[in-house]
């Protein structure tokens, strides 16, 4: 029997519509049934490559003790984050108030009446373990109290939203000119430290930063840190990392342990843009190791292969966990990407093997629980033998060979999984759902890597995307967040707008000599300063004015996490278009921008590497007018602040001119020349 969540768009709510939790969505109806219950509510929040979420919900979900007690105590709440990420910020900052940490599944008690959080949680076990009370025994000991201790519950529910809503309002300071380079420098350094190798804990990918630090090689700052150096080892370990899926391309989430060996296995749309747009960045500065070619090129091709839809848009994410086989009640963490040593003896010649070894972290008791995740040992090109071993491997795990395999059709559902006859191992679940935000970060992804690497495959791949999103996004005149099926959901939040817009001048970039692009995006920011800009305070709400009413608060997210901040990319944008449209409202927004998240910038530059970004765009802008011919030569170098505008009307002897924000100087009388009053203008501060 099924609940409410049966027939929901998303998959991860639909992963939950057999418990016997008698979920609902959040909805008006759940929130006023609630109220006139007087049932805390119960919110879970998470996404459906999470596997903690997955864990959670084959456990404590699916128990039946639970079920009575939570149905009859609770008003039980399911929301897809990737769906609504306005709601999981403002109550995964809760949670970080309540514990000093987060993470998923976000689990929070509400009260019904004004739904203000006074307890959270991630995972909790179904019995007693790992540290963590049983969940019935936090169910029960959370409506003990809600009944009992009504003044506490007041009192705390007040603090909660008094840090909530001071969180929101930010204190605004102005950023003065004189001031600007010494804050860049020290948020590059903080963001080059935080990428600094280290022999502790997780590695994350961590792109906002990486960026941040690779803008601050072309300054001459006087720090202990060589970022060249630093960001140079980070594309490294991405590249030759187990990160890497060195036989089918594409990156995974993270890895478990320093040394960027073993993976957390799903592979997510956003990382990926956003890696491939840096390595191709990494390139265009000069730093050309060939495995940061073999890892975009591979990454596009999964990406074409797997996650894109026939009609061009992006698919959001592959599972962790896979089926060994069909029998299997549970999927396995990271079953569809690991080698035992017996398997590759099978599968490879024995001087394929040797060689493999040579090069991978290959051995007879691998390095996954018994198996092998491959990890290159070396920089440089691999051999035609490996190369060959790498195909063979790839055909055992999708049934067909390389060359012979250009689409692979996505399982849709551990049902589809296990039911479908796969030509080689049953593959993760694939989330199909098309995502604005995420998508527009693939774009710009492929969008870079086709000017540095002259790729015309990749800029059709980025259009066809950013055609459908156009064409598909908007209903009644306004833009939405989601696609399922062909079919737009949600209205579109603050990421959305600033990445797409983003996406939109990437593309522009390409293309130069063509205005259409420039038009999408002028015609989105319009829409976007009209339902998200904050005239009192400055800066984007995540929420439109007319799509906020079920929130407590209405937050202005500054700070980055796997992607980046919308007001980092949004104050970015707006730099970008005023130098293209001679239009000083944009300068004036992006001003504004930066004065209300002053002070978040000088007391936490840790947590906002965007904005610093936005800031170098600011007082570093740089526009180059030329013709075609001479832009297309710039295009491909790493000129982090510089846009493009083709002239005819050049002076006389001139190739082009060079404008630092308001003003230009003298024309160039040669390319070199122009290069050299490019790179001049990007570090003048």
Not at 119 to 143: D, K, S, W
Not at 553 to 575: F, H, K, M, Q, W
Not at 635 to 651: C, E, G, R, W
């Amino acid at each position: 029997m099924t609940n409410r969540l049966a027939h929901a768009q998303s998959l991860y709510l639909r992963k939950h519509a057999e418990n016997p939790i008698d979920w609902w969505p959040w909805c008006d109806e759940a929130l006023a049934t609630a109220k006139a219950e007087n049932k805390p509510i119960f919110l879970s929040i998470g996404y459906s490559s999470c596997h903690w979420c997955t864990v959670m919900e084959g456990e404590a979900f699916s128990d039946l003790a639970v079920a009575e007690y939570m149905n009859a105590n609770f008003l039980p709440i399911k929301v897809d984050r990737e769906e609504r990420p306005d709601i999981d910020s403002i109550y995964m900052q809760a949670l970080q108030m309540m514990s000093g940490q987060g993470g998923w599944p976000l689990n929070v008690f509400l009260s019904p009446e004004d739904l203000v959080p006074f307890y959270a949680g991630t995972y909790f076990p179904l019995e007693p373990r790992y540290n963590r009370p049983g969940f019935l025994q936090v169910l029960e000991a959370l409506r003990r109290y809600y009944d009992t201790e009504k003044e506490d519950l007041r009192d705390r529910k007040a603090v909660i939203l008094q840090s909530l809503l001071t969180a929101a309002a930010l204190q605004t300071d102005a950023t003065q000119a004189a001031q600007a380079q010494e804050l860049l420098r020290r948020g590059w350094e903080t963001s080059t430290g935080i990428i600094t190798p280290n022999q502790y804990g997780n590695s994350f990918p961590m792109i906002p930063y990486t960026e941040l630090a690779l803008r601050g090689t072309r300054f001459n700052f006087s720090s202990p840190y060589n970022s060249q150096e630093i960001c140079t080892q980070r594309g490294l370990d991405l590249a030759l990392g187990g990160i890497y899926d060195h036989v089918a391309g594409g990156f995974h989430r993270y890895t478990v342990d320093p040394t960027w060996t073993v993976p957390h296995f799903e592979k997510m749309l956003y990382d990926n843009g956003q890696i491939v747009e840096f390595l191709a960045n990494l390139w265009s500065a000069g730093i050309q190791e060939p495995a940061f070619t073999r890892a975009v090129a591979g990454t596009i091709e999964w990406l074409q292969r797997e996650m894109t839809a026939p009609q061009g848009y992006f698919y959001a994410a592959q599972d962790a966990d896979s089926f060994s086989n069909p029998g299997e009640t549970e999927p396995e963490e990271g079953a569809f990407y690991v080698w035992s040593y017996t398997e590759l003896e099978a599968l490879l010649a024995p001087t394929e093997l040797a060689e493999l070894q040579q090069e991978f972290t290959v051995t007879a008791n691998g390095n996954f629980e018994g198996k092998n995740v491959l990890q290159r040992r070396n920089r440089g090109l691999l051999s035609t033998t490996v190369e060959t071993a790498l195909d063979k491997l790839f055909t055992a795990r999708y049934g067909t060979a390389p060359d012979a395999l250009e689409t692979f059709p996505p399982a849709r559902d551990n049902q589809e999984a296990k039911t479908l006859n796969w030509p080689g191992r049953i593959p993760s679940v694939t989330d199909t759902k098309m995502i604005v935000a995420w998508n527009s970060l693939m774009i710009s992804g492929l969008a870079r890597a086709a000017a540095v690497f002259q790729e015309p495959l990749y800029f059709e791949m980025a259009t066809r995307a950013a055609n459908f999103i156009l064409e598909h996004q908007f209903v009644n005149g306004r833009f939405h967040r989601l696609n399922y099926e062909c079919k737009p959901s949600i209205i579109a939040q603050s990421e959305d707008y600033a990445l797409f817009i983003k996406a939109l001048l990437d593309l522009q970039t390409c293309v130069p000599e063509q205005r259409f692009w420039l038009e999408k995006a002028i015609a989105l920011q319009t829409e976007f300063n009209e339902f998200l800009w904050s005239v009192e305070l400055g800066g984007y709400f995540n929420t439109a004015s007319d799509a906020s009413q079920d929130l407590i608060v209405r937050e202005r997210s500054y700070a980055d996490n796997a992607t980046p901040s919308a007001n980092g990319v949004a104050i970015a944008n707006l730099v970008r278009l005023a130098l293209l449209t001679d239009d000083l409202h944009y300068l004036d927004l992006a001003e504004q921008g930066l004065k209300a998240f002053n002070s978040v910038m000088q007391q936490a530059p840790q947590a906002c590497p965007s904005l610093f970004t936005a800031l170098d765009w600011y007082h570093n802008c740089t526009l180059i007018r030329s013709t075609t011919e001479q832009i297309k030569l710039l295009i491909p170098k790493y000129l982090p602040t510089a846009v493009f505008s083709v002239v005819s009307n050049l002076p006389a002897g001139s190739v082009g001119l060079v404008c630092q924000g308001l003003k230009c100087l003298a024309p160039s009388e040669s390319i070199e020349q122009m290069l050299e009053q490019v790179q001049q203008s990007q570090n003048r501060g």
